[in-house]
């Protein structure tokens, strides 16, 4: 079962991750926009690793057999999760008047520093 700290740890990595892919891949630069998807890439993922801790479910860590991509359950609510919290934040925030694939680029790239982090980095 992941500490607290560890779930700290993972949504901070998270927020940076999220924040470089979209200062990378969607060339976003407005900072609001930014703040927004660090606040999302932090909040989802630790709100569903909190779940994970007070309902006590180890079942969900257990990795795929894939050498290269070994994601668990865990991995993919951390992602779904930050989908989510972004998808809300971003289209009631900063991205309102915002074109939903514009919407959805963010908020996928967000989701997807949430996986990899959760995947690879803890």
């Known amino acids: 079962m992941l500490s607290w700290g560890a779930i700290a740890y993972g949504a901070a990595l998270s927020a940076v991750l999220a924040v470089l892919l979209v200062l990378a891949a969607a060339r976003e630069r407005r900072p609001g926009t930014l703040a927004t998807v660090a606040a999302g890439a932090v909040l989802g993922p630790a709100a569903w690793n909190a779940i994970l801790r007070a309902t006590d479910a180890s079942q969900f860590f ?15 609510g951390s992602g779904v999760f930050t989908l989510a919290a972004l998808a809300l934040l971003l289209s009631l925030g900063p991205l309102r008047a915002t074109p939903g694939r514009r919407i959805a680029l ?14 690879y980095l803890y």
């Open 62 to 76: 257990t990795d795929a057999p894939i050498p290269f991509f070994p994601i668990s359950w865990q991995d993919t």
């Open 106 to 119: 963010v908020a996928g790239l967000g989701a997807l520093s949430a996986l990899l982090v959760d995947i």
